[in-house]
């Protein structure tokens, strides 16, 4: 499990340079072919935002997020060569009539779409707190696949976000308010692409079981 590591005071570096691995460093191939380790160790390093949030209440979307790159890379290390990139692992692991990580992924890429969509917003609208803006990405991405036991879990992380200047300043504890939202802004771009390419491909034929 990815650890999160705050900045000392003073610093000029931000959290997203602690990470393991971010979503800009993630290889994309021919064909769109994301790789599979790589993505990986970029979605796990992306739940380390939760503990930045700073509320257990977000205990549950980090442990659901994690769940499912765990499936994921259970899938990957039984198989690697079939798996070396998502599609591939995708398609292989279909073929033997079990849709584990597959499901693991259609999950996983809802949760990344949903704080792609939460964290873009809030940047986009300086005046807006992240309760806001969580909770407008919760009801189009992930609300629409809850059920009623697990919405007022989600609800409940949400109603906890931070105040927005408080995240931003655990995000890079320098002070560099615009080269943290400058790094953040990039790092969205590169997430939002992902996403978007494993949606297409969660939506064709070939990723249905």
Not at 88 to 102: I, M
């Amino acid at each position: 499990m990815a650890a999160v590591a705050q900045m000392p005071a003073g610093a000029t570096h931000t959290h997203l340079q602690s990470m393991k691995r971010t979503f800009n460093n993630v290889p994309v191939g021919a064909d769109n072919a994301i790789k599979t380790e790589e993505f990986l160790d970029a979605a796990e390093s992306l739940t380390t935002m939760f503990d930045l949030l700073g509320s257990v209440a977000f205990s549950p979307v980090k442990k659901d997020m994690l769940g499912n790159v765990e499936k994921l890379r259970k899938r990957y290390l039984a198989a690697p060569l079939e798996s070396e990139n998502i599609q591939d692992l995708v398609r292989n692991e279909l073929k033997t009539k079990s849709h584990v990580a597959t499901e693991g992924l259609t999950w996983l890429v809802r949760g990344l779409e949903f704080t792609s969509i939460a964290l873009s917003q809030n940047m986009a609208k300086p005046t807006e707190e992240l309760a806001d803006s969580f909770r407008g990405a919760y009801g189009v991405t992930l609300k629409p696949h809850h059920s009623f036991l697990i919405k007022p879990v989600f609800s409940a992380a949400m109603s906890a976000c931070p105040y927005r200047k408080d995240f931003y300043g655990k995000l890079g504890s320098g002070g560099d308010e615009a080269h943290v939202q400058a790094e953040l802004t990039e790092y969205l771009a590169a997430l939002e692409k992902i996403v978007g390419i494993l949606k297409g491909f969660l939506e064709s034929k070939e990723a249905k079981w």
